[in-house]
């Protein structure tokens, strides 16, 4: 079984800065893309930062300039370097990971961090 622990979610104010992780483990033979994805209240998961494993990187363009995903494939983690954070970028992050394990291809969530910015 694997698993996706993120870490890092907090509060901070407009214009500041947090750094997500998310640490994978268990039986895993190969990660292939990790993505970030949020959820605010009422509304639908979408997609933020994805990353495969050769290091190619996609963003939505509500975060681009602002974030940087990156990811440690000798350590099975992602980050995600949230900068100039605005209020709209509250939400639950969570981490997913497409993953080669004992039982096949499959993918993982992990279980959310909470992200708030005040005004």
């Known amino acids: 079984q694997v698993q996706l622990v993120e870490s890092g979610g907090g509060l901070v104010q407009a214009g500041g800065s947090l750094r997500l992780s998310c640490a994978a483990s268990g039986n895993i033979f190969r990660i292939w893309n990790m993505d970030w994805y949020r959820q605010a209240p009422g509304k639908q998961r979408e997609l933020v930062a994805a990353m495969t494993t050769g290091g190619s990187a996609n963003y939505a363009d509500s975060v681009k300039g602002r974030f940087t995903i990156s990811r440690d494939n000798a350590k099975n983690t992602l980050y995600l370097q949230m900068n100039s954070l605005k209020p709209e970028d509250t939400a639950v992050y969570y981490c997913?990971?497409?993953?080669?394990?004992?039982?096949?291809?499959?993918?993982?969530w992990g279980q959310g961090t909470q992200v708030t910015v005040s005004s």
């Open positions: 997913y990971a497409d993953i080669s394990g004992g039982v096949g291809r499959y993918g993982a």
